[in-house]
């Protein structure tokens, strides 16, 4: 086994010392942190991309990828996998100089790739990426909260490529806008950091349906956490149908329950919500019962002054006491990190081409290499903790540098090299680039305006 370095606990530097260094040769390191569970995934994941069930998902038409090309699905598939950002005949360069090991090497047209392309279908992408994080759920001791799987839901928009197959498919671009916007809606394991289920429809469908449409993807045992713009009556009722536990925050004026509740100046009360006249049509839509429903109101006093109220369906007390709200509701900031990478880190906003086709495509490849980079940090995060165990304080992964070790190598992981060494030297490498956890940390949000970068269809930038 390693051996921990003898510097004074509480060292400031991120980076592991030659004596806290990880050694691939050292088994027990991977036999005791997931690495050979995660090996296990992979291959299965790998053998998937590589079957027929997985093509028949693939195809457009019955007759797609069933003659050998030059560019067949598993090399089509990585291709867009691998975290594209620049030119389309670049990234295909980069590939197959990656595929070969030789530089400059000769693969296939940017005509070829689009050919190609306009025979996979984007959901088989969607499906594979689903599979991976089912996989690990199943295999993996995963993180909990009191014995609850903590998923949080949240939305927002990605600017699209402004061509008529788009505005079909994603609608008009908004008053006072110059390019479509798609509505994003994730459903994500704050605790384990993988993106369960994700969408990317036009602007016009509502956050609060695909919240409801989220549940079909969850189990009896999650607790999902929604910020101040989910809470309705038909909502509550519809989790209430399904069994399904949850934390939301709410606006002091959501109701006139709500209302009283913070007059009252109470920090915990249940309470009972009696819908509206506009809550039991919104029910009557959905086929749900508009019944009174039971739920549990928190107050929390900000370090601002404000007041923050939430609203749960966790009613025991002694299981959950009014004190653990105020950090379960803020493990939710986890979702809005994971946008921040989707569209800083990975560019999700930089398609590789102009059709919803593409668009579809781009997202769900690059949520797919999202994913697969969490799997492996969290692996990675098993191992340096410890070998950061003698330190005074916590260390996590430093994720941006994680996601920026996948390029390339998730070429060499489906298609060129030795799996095994090479998830012990991503895990080796990521374990070793950390970040000290200094709780209780705050700064002010700055939120003036800044020129988000454009990504023009047909001017991509050079690497």
């Not at 997931?34 to 291959?43: A, I, P, W």
């Not at 009191?146 to 928009?157: E, I, K, P, Y």
């Not at 009557?284 to 923050?308: C, F, K």
Request: with cysteine; aromatic share 10%; hydrophobic share 40%.
């Amino acid at each position: 086994m390693g051996t921990f370095s003898q510097k004074k606990p509480g060292s400031r530097y991120g980076r592991a010392t030659k004596s806290e260094a990880y050694h691939p040769n050292e088994s027990g390191y991977q036999l005791n942190f997931g690495l050979v569970k995660f090996e296990n995934t992979y291959g299965r994941i790998k053998e998937f991309l590589e079957s027929s069930e997985f093509a028949q998902l693939a195809r457009v038409e019955k007759s797609d990828f069933t003659r050998s090309r030059s560019l067949p699905l598993p090399l089509l598939v990585t291709m867009l996998l691998n975290l594209r950002k620049w030119t389309i005949q670049d990234e295909l360069d980069r590939f197959f100089e990656v595929l070969s090991d030789q530089p400059l090497a000769q693969g296939v047209t940017a005509s070829a790739f689009c050919q190609a392309r306009k025979k996979l279908n984007p959901l088989a992408l969607a499906a594979l990426s689903s599979r991976l994080v089912m996989d690990f759920h199943k295999h993996f001791a995963l993180h909990r909260w009191r014995g609850f799987r903590l998923l949080a839901v949240d939305g927002s928009t990605a600017r699209l490529p402004h061509t008529p197959d788009v505005v079909a498919n994603f609608g008009e671009p908004p008053k006072g806008a110059s390019v479509p916007l798609a509505r994003l809606s994730c459903l994500y394991d704050v605790l384990n950091g993988v993106m369960i289920e994700a969408d990317i429809v036009a602007r016009s469908e509502g956050e609060r349906v695909l919240a409801g449409e989220h549940l079909a993807a969850t189990h009896a045992d999650d607790l999902l956490l929604y910020d101040r713009g989910y809470p309705a009556f038909w909502l509550f009722a519809l989790h209430a149908i399904e069994r399904r536990h949850f934390c939301a925050r709410v606006p002091v004026g959501f109701s006139n329950e709500v209302k009283v509740f913070v007059d009252s100046a109470q920090t915990d009360a249940r309470v009972v919500f009696a819908p509206s006249d506009q809550a039991r049509r919104q029910c009557a839509i959905y086929a749900l019962p508009d019944e009174v429903i039971t739920l549990r109101l928190i107050r929390v006093n900000l370090p601002s002054g404000e007041i923050e109220v939430l609203v749960t369906s966790l009613l025991n007390n002694a299981a959950f006491p009014t004190d653990c709200f105020a950090e379960l509701y803020h493990k939710r900031w986890g979702i809005e990190e994971s946008y921040l990478t989707q569209k800083y880190r990975l560019e999700i906003e930089n398609f590789s081409g102009k059709s919803a086709q593409a668009v579809r495509q781009d997202f769900y490849a690059k949520l797919f290499t999202l994913n697969l980079t969490a799997i492996i940090a969290w692996v990675a995060q098993a191992i340096a903790e410890r070998r950061f165990a003698s330190r005074r304080r916590l260390y996590t992964v430093n994720f941006a540098n994680a996601v920026s070790k996948m390029k390339d190598n998730v070429v060499r992981l489906f298609l060129a090299c030795s799996a095994r060494e090479l998830i012990t030297r991503l895990a080796s490498v990521m374990a070793n680039a950390v970040e000290a956890v200094r709780p209780g940390r705050s700064f002010p949000r700055n939120f003036k305006k800044t020129s988000q970068h454009q990504f023009h269809p047909n001017l991509k930038g050079c690497r």
